[in-house]
T-cell receptor, first 115, second 114 residues
Framework: AQSVTQPDIHITVSEGASLELRCNYS??????LFWYVQSPGQGLQLLLK??????LVQGIKGFEAEFKRSQSSFNLRKPSVHWSDAAEYFC?????????????FGTGTRLTIIP | NAGVMQNPRHLVRRRGQEARLRCSPM?????VYWYRQLPEEGLKFMVY????????ESGMPKERFSAEFPKEGPSILRIQQVVRGDSAAYFC????????????FGPGTRLTVT
């Protein structure tokens, strides 16, 4: 079965600093990969996704992620964070070639922004 | 273009009561998924439905939980005889079908069992 690991439970960065959130997955083939963001008390918003093709994908709000097959990773990056980026970030994996399927989520990384 | 709608947003039930959570998918979406988020945890898959069919219920607790997605109307997640451990946020997502797929989430229903 597929699984997702987000090794960092909580990250604190200064406003304007760069950000990288780690995500590692376990799956026998190339999966579908997603990053979602959840603000307190809110639902999940899709930031970006990887299905195939270019391994560097661009998302909303200035985020990008890079799929690295050799490392089974899909890390999320942003060159300069804003205070409004403070939220919980979830990486998720979906199986391919099985039709529509459930997503398996990591446990999330809480991002705190300090002035 | 309305997104995924869930109601109620907040639901308080006493132990032993029934909880009914509703989800209306995005327009044009015929695939619905329910996930549960316990405090300080990620989302866990519960059930995947298409119209009038349960496709995958591997994440549903065997007792007290049921889900449906009728031909007309919203999808319903039903929890009978709720217990304190059912307190969580329940999220619905929908997708249009086909490959590749992406799921769009509703705002969630936060269930509190007292």
């Amino acid at each position: 079965a597929q699984s997702v690991t987000q090794p960092d439970i909580h990250i604190t960065v200064s406003e304007g600093a760069s950000l990288e959130l780690r995500c590692n997955y376990s799956y026998g083939a190339t999966p579908y990969l997603f990053w979602y963001v959840q603000s307190p008390g809110q639902g999940l918003q899709l930031l970006l996704k990887y299905f195939s093709g270019d391994t560097l994908v661009q998302g909303i709000k200035g985020f990008e992620a890079e799929f690295k097959r050799s490392q089974s990773s899909f890390n999320l990056r942003k060159p300069s964070v804003h205070w409004s980026d403070a939220a919980e970030y979830f990486c998720a994996v979906g199986r391919t070639n099985f039709g529509n399927e459930k997503l398996t989520f990591g446990t999330g990384t809480r991002l705190t922004i300090i002035p | 273009n309305a997104g995924v709608m869930q109601n109620p947003r907040h639901l308080v039930r006493r132990r032993g009561q029934e909880a009914r959570l509703r989800c209306s998918p995005m327009k044009g979406h015929s695939h619905v998924y329910w996930y549960r988020q316990l405090p300080e945890e990620g989302l866990k898959f519960m059930v995947y439905l298409q119209k009038e069919n349960i496709i995958d219920e591997s994440g549903m607790p065997k007792e007290r939980f049921s889900a449906e997605f009728p031909k007309e109307g919203p999808s319903i997640l039903r929890i009978q005889q709720v217990v304190r451990g059912d307190s969580a946020a329940y999220f619905c997502a929908s997708s249009a079908g086909g490959l590749p797929y992406e799921q769009y989430f509703g705002p969630g229903t936060r269930l509190t069992v007292t």
